[in-house]
């Protein structure tokens, strides 16, 4: 039997009522609970659960609303959109911010909501030595030597737990650009200036030969269309994370496991792979032929978020194989690849396909399009850290 209610205690639900209202088991309303979505309330006197409404209306909405400090992270962003096909930091195109400004400012764009050139962020010469020095086994991916940097300065710094917004903006500046320094340099090429853009600073560590500034420009844009890309798996597990007052490094942390994943920031690498394997034109059909005999899917198609064509690998890859200065035998492979796929399937390419025939195209180090991946999307987890901590205060 319900307990009665007096007129103080209206907004309270049984939960036999909330599960009514949101359509869902009791078991599922405790699920809730038990995650942090939903609050449980008591009543002197009472041994029932209660709920409020005004939560469960919140529910109903889709905001699935918090109390500050509860622990959950909320479930929308104003940071990005997809609208229309179109991919919006803040309400601007990605794509569009992608020819027009670098990396760093549109990062800062995603922290503050401020269009402005940035200042000069904090160039760090080196990762503490005990990092720099530790040996990794043969065959490791440079997303390794990534994370193990995220530790090395996290331990390194000993104000990481100052949570304001200028503490947290400072740290990403700074880590951001100690990732793009802590990778080792390409063999035969030339450090640029301790100020060059992140980009600059990418190329010297991820391809062989000198630098050519089509080349860095196209690292550059593709680490302005990594940077965010709503909520994400990675991005809500970051999120998870500020939720709880992580600091900025385990934010980070907590991405880059995630987006480690083959079906999310993963799967660069096994169309790097997969190109390499075609090596000239003439085995386009015979490589991918043997890959679906074998059970295999080829990685770098579909983006469910988008109803047509992923805009930032359109983007990227009309950029990438308009270059007449690289490798023309390289661009055809990744050209035959897609008209093959498209010819059979339809299917568009992602970015992550795209990242991929980047790496196979400039020939850079096996791993190198996770390591654009993670960066990029660093700036997009800070971005979701300071929204999530700005929603609590």
């Not at 050209?335 to 850079?364: K, W, Y």
Request: glycine share 10%; charged share 25%; aromatic share 4%.
């Amino acid at each position: 039997m319900t307990e009665a209610r007096d007129g103080t205690d209206a907004e309270l639900l049984t939960v036999d009522e909330v599960a009514d209202l949101l359509g869902v088991q009791r078991r599922t309303v405790y699920a809730y609970v038990s995650r942090g979505q939903l609050a449980r309330n008591q009543r002197p006197g009472s041994r029932q659960s209660w709920f409020r409404r005004s939560d469960i209306e919140a529910m109903v909405r889709g905001d699935r609303a918090q109390q500050p400090g509860r622990g959950a992270p909320r479930e929308r962003t104003e940071l990005t959109s997809i609208v229309d096909g179109r991919l919006l930091y803040r309400g601007r195109d990605a794509v569009d911010l992608a020819g027009e400004v670098g990396f760093e400012q549109v990062a800062e764009w995603l922290w503050t909501g401020v269009d402005a050139a940035p200042a000069p962020w904090r160039q760090i010469a080196s990762v503490p030595d005990d990092v720099a020095g530790f040996a990794l086994p043969p065959g490791h991916l440079p997303l390794d030597r990534l994370k193990l940097t995220v530790s090395g300065l996290s331990a390194a710094d000993p104000l990481r737990f100052d949570l304001s917004t200028a503490g947290v903006i400072s740290v990403a500046r700074s880590l951001l650009a100690g990732l793009a320094r802590c990778l080792p340099v390409a063999p035969g090429v030339t450090l640029p200036s301790a100020d060059a853009p992140i980009a600059a600073q990418l190329w010297s560590r991820l391809a062989p030969g000198r630098s050519r500034p089509r080349a860095v420009g196209l690292l550059d844009r593709a680490l302005v269309l990594v940077a965010d890309h709503g909520l994400a798996p990675s991005t809500r597990a970051a999120r998870l994370a500020a939720s709880v007052a992580a600091d900025p490094y385990s934010v980070v942390l907590t991405g880059m496991g995630v987006a480690s994943g083959l079906r999310h920031g993963g799967s660069s690498t096994g169309v790097h792979s997969l190109l390499e394997e075609i090596a000239g034109p003439e085995r386009v059909a015979d490589v991918l032929a043997g890959r679906l005999a074998l059970g295999g899917v080829l990685p770098g198609f579909g983006q469910a978020r988008y109803e047509g064509a992923d805009p930032r690998a359109g983007h990227l890859l009309d950029e990438l194989l308009a270059d007449d200065t690289a490798d023309p035998v390289r661009r055809r492979v990744v050209c035959d690849v897609l008209e093959l796929v498209a010819r059979r399937s339809g299917e568009s390419p992602n970015v992550e396909f795209a990242l991929g025939a980047l790496c196979h195209v400039h020939g850079l180090v096996h791993g190198a399009g996770e390591v654009l991946f993670h960066l990029g999307r660093s700036a997009g987890w800070l971005a979701h850290a300071l929204e999530e901590r700005d929603g609590r205060t």
